[in-house]
């Protein structure tokens, strides 16, 4: 049976502290690419207790996403945006969930992105990257970007780390070992990015800003 | 001079886009900060570096 939200708040508080969870709950991230880092940003943010989680990818889920993204195999074929958040409601209810099957362009980008107080940079390709981090630090100034670079092959992991680049635009990843050049993307050390960007976030809503 | 990403470099004088031609750097893959704040991607050839900025360039690669 699944706990009463009173209950599952209570839950939360317990373990991060009214404080917390009031920033926590109250804010509002968007996860831009729902692959290998996006999907597991979303499901740490979830368990987390993000109040409001918005989930853009246009693609859908491909039996070959599977050794690293947070989906089922039954779920192929499914739009991403709208099979994580079924997942994620299984997880964490109360989540509220924006799940958007668009592409993000030039465009569209303010009106997708201008409800959220930090964006979170999880696409795939490296000009995809830096059209986004460029467009959200020229057009939503006043956003927090976490974006992150460098995350694939089989170097160790101990090098995936955050830095802050400028005030409101933090990196995470090892910015070198590119997807193409290397072996590929491993679960794990994909994980340990999102789990770097993921971090990053709840650290900025805690009011912790350094790295 | 100019740092760049840490290095102090004689570049004074000239503009983004006439530093990033000297580099191997992709266009399409960058973003840069001249100290502390984004330079807009269309004023890369407008925008001339002055002694004593700080250039920050973050090159991203694939993968996620």
């Not at chain 1, 209950?7 to 920033?23: F, M, N, P």
């Not at chain 1, 779920?75 to 592409?103: D, M």
């Not at chain 2, 004088?13 to 704040?37: C, F, Q, S």
């Amino acid at each position: 049976m699944i706990p009463s939200k009173k209950e599952w708040t209570d839950a939360l508080i317990t373990r991060h502290g009214s404080a917390l969870h009031k920033r926590f709950s109250s804010a509002t991230v968007a996860i831009c690419g729902l692959g290998g880092l996006g999907s597991n940003i979303a499901v740490a943010l979830a368990r987390a207790g993000i109040g409001r989680l918005i989930l853009i990818d246009f693609d859908r889920v491909d039996i070959t996403n599977l050794h690293r993204q947070q989906y089922k195999a039954d779920q192929i074929g499914r739009y991403k945006a709208e099979a994580l958040a079924e997942n994620l409601l299984e997880i964490a209810p109360y989540t509220e969930i924006k799940a958007v099957t668009e592409k993000i362009t030039g465009e569209n980008m303010v009106s997708l992105l201008k409800d959220a107080d930090i964006v979170c940079e999880a696409f795939d390709s490296a000009e995809a990257k830096a059209m986004l981090a460029n467009g959200v630090l020229e057009q939503l100034p006043d956003r927090y970007l976490v974006a992150a670079s460098g995350m694939a092959g089989m170097d160790t992991p101990n090098t995936i780390r955050t830095r802050k680049v400028t005030k409101r635009f933090y990196l995470c990843g090892d910015e070198v070992s590119d997807a193409a050049s290397a072996i590929g993307l491993l679960a794990p050390r994909v994980m340990l990015c999102a789990a770097h960007q993921a971090h990053t976030v709840l650290r900025i809503l805690a009011g912790e800003y350094e790295v | 001079m100019v740092k760049v990403n840490g290095t102090e470099l004689d570049i004074a004088g000239k503009t983004v886009a006439a530093y990033l031609k000297t580099t191997d750097y992709d266009p399409k893959r960058i973003a840069v900060e001249r100290n502390g704040n984004i330079v807009f991607k269309s004023r890369y050839d407008v925008t001339v570096l002055e002694d004593g900025d700080s250039l920050e360039i973050v090159s991203f690669v694939g993968g996620g």
